[in-house]
């Protein structure tokens, strides 16, 4: 009688664990499954869809990010971080950098296929092309000319240097802004203009890589170089 006791209490607790397993099981799944519908799906676009969303479309402002976007500029940065801060980011934090990068780094930077694309499409369609960088102003600047040479960019705007790129896009009236981070494809939001993200490269030092087309924003295929 005490042994059938045991049994019967012993095959309650196995099967109490058992319903915990399954219940738990069917958790994870639950979570697995929502978590994967509430992703948005990424509004991937390549350079053909931008080129006819632009047909019949006068000539307009278009503006691009400098790092990552247009020029892959990781080894001046590099240079700076071995020489200025050695495993830290203090180095943007310091005006010498920003002499060194402002005024020669960008030789070693190599431009962007996709901004080479972009920007040819858009100087044959007769647009204004802008660059606006969060890089730190300095007195002295050679990035203006640097672009004005590896794009054959002829009357080149000069090279605008700001934290606050809505106010720059607003302010000079730009309808379509193609940048890496999230602080771009923000900018136009705020600006309420079209954003299109560039990818970065996959061993650029600008970490972490942003979640691209969590903003909502368009994600141009195959712009990581
Ligand atoms: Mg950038």
């Known amino acids: 009688m005490r042994k059938a006791l045991l049994f019967s209490i012993e095959g309650k607790r196995s099967m109490s664990k058992r319903l915990a397993f399954v219940y738990l099981l069917l958790s994870v799944l639950f979570f697995c499954c929502s978590t994967g519908q509430e992703k948005p799906e990424i509004r991937w676009v390549t350079m053909e869809d931008i080129v006819s969303s632009l047909e019949n479309q006068q000539p ?14 990781s080894p001046g940065y590099y240079y700076g971080q071995q020489k200025y801060s050695p495993g830290s980011n203090n180095y943007l934090e310091m005006e010498e950098f ?25 100087k044959n369609r007769g647009d204004a ?42 302010a000079n ?15 136009a939001i705020e600006a309420g203009i079209r954003g299109v993200r560039i990818m970065r490269a996959g061993n650029s030092t600008h970490r972490p890589y942003p979640e691209y087309g969590s903003l909502g924003e368009e994600v141009l295929v195959g712009s990581g170089f």
């Open 129 to 170: 092309i802008y660059f606006i960088t969060a890089r730190w102003k300095t007195e002295t600047e050679t990035v203006t000319e640097l672009l004005a040479k590896i794009f054959n960019l002829d009357d080149i705007n000069d090279v605008i240097f700001t934290n606050l790129k809505s106010k720059a896009i607003l």
């Open 98 to 122: 920003w002499n060194e990068m402002n005024n020669g780094l960008d030789e070693f930077s190599l431009p962007k296929e996709c901004a080479r694309r972009l920007i040819e499409f858009h």
């Open 60 to 73: 307009m402002r278009v503006g691009f990010d400098v790092d990552d976007t247009t020029l892959f500029s």
């Open 173 to 187: 009236n730009i309808q379509i802004f193609y940048g890496d981070s999230d602080g771009d494809i923000r900018a």
